[in-house]
């Protein structure tokens, strides 16, 4: 099975310090696409960032980054100058090229400490 | 533009019944798919459909089906009930060729 494995599942950090999520892939695919999603209570799952792994260069969102590590199939999310609005559960996602079908982690959850 | 609508957004059952959700995505996305939220196994595919057609099925039991209509709103259905069934059940629709998938709020099935 081609999985998605985030190791932390709960994280914190102080309000306007910067955090990081990590993630790491397995997969056969060459052409594949990663997102992170973050999930607050309201339970909306809301695009944070996507990463095409054909694309050499990190994907930011202005106070999100990425690292992405082809070779190493690692995927890590950095969250700058953090805000209170950011605590929610974070999921790491791998889609295929040409798919529908996203496979998740298990989730971090991101406390922020005011 | 209106986002991915799932309705309801909560509901209770009891064992033995069944029940429809529905979800009705972003203008123009045609691919719906389906996925279960449960504090234990996360998030899971159940399945995709494209222009009516079910093109893709996760690893669940007979029980759990869907069906999209010609105007790309989806229905899944979940016959006899366990309590095992109670979760999350997130709806996501894509556009073609954009490879990012869209969420809706979630319908929070409840199974006594």
């Known amino acids: 099975a081609q999985t998605v494995t985030q190791s932390q599942p709960e994280m914190s950090v102080q309000e306007a310090e910067t955090v990081t999520l990590s993630c790491t892939y397995d997969t056969s695919e060459s052409d594949y696409y990663l997102f992170w999603y973050k999930q607050p209570p309201s339970r909306q799952m809301i695009l944070v960032i996507r990463?095409?792994?054909?694309?050499?260069q990190n994907a930011t969102e202005n106070r999100f980054s990425v690292n992405f590590q082809k070779a190493a199939k690692s995927f890590s999310l950095k969250i700058s100058d953090s805000q209170l609005g950011d605590a929610a559960m974070y999921f790491c996602?791998?889609?295929?090229?040409?798919?529908?079908?996203?496979?998740f982690g298990k989730g971090t959850k991101l406390s922020v400490i005011p | 533009k209106a986002g991915v609508t799932q309705t309801p957004r909560y509901l209770i059952k009891t064992r033995g019944q069944q029940v429809t959700l529905s979800c009705s995505p972003i203008?123009?996305?045609?691919?719906v798919s389906w996925y279960q939220q449960t504090p234990g196994q996360g998030l899971q595919f159940l399945f995709e459909?494209?222009?009516?057609?079910?093109?893709n099925k996760g690893n669940f039991p007979g029980r759990f089906s869907g069906r999209q209509f010609s105007n790309s709103r989806s229905e899944m259905n979940v016959s006899t009930l366990e309590l095992g069934d109670s979760a999350l059940y997130l709806c996501a629709s894509q556009r073609p060729g954009a490879n990012v998938l869209t969420f809706g709020a979630g319908s929070r099935l409840t199974v006594l």
């Open positions: 459909y494209f222009s009516e057609t079910q093109r």
């Open positions: 203008s123009g996305h045609r691919s």
């Open positions: 996602a791998r889609l295929a090229a040409g798919s529908y079908q996203l496979t």
């Open positions: 990463q095409e792994a054909y694309k050499q």
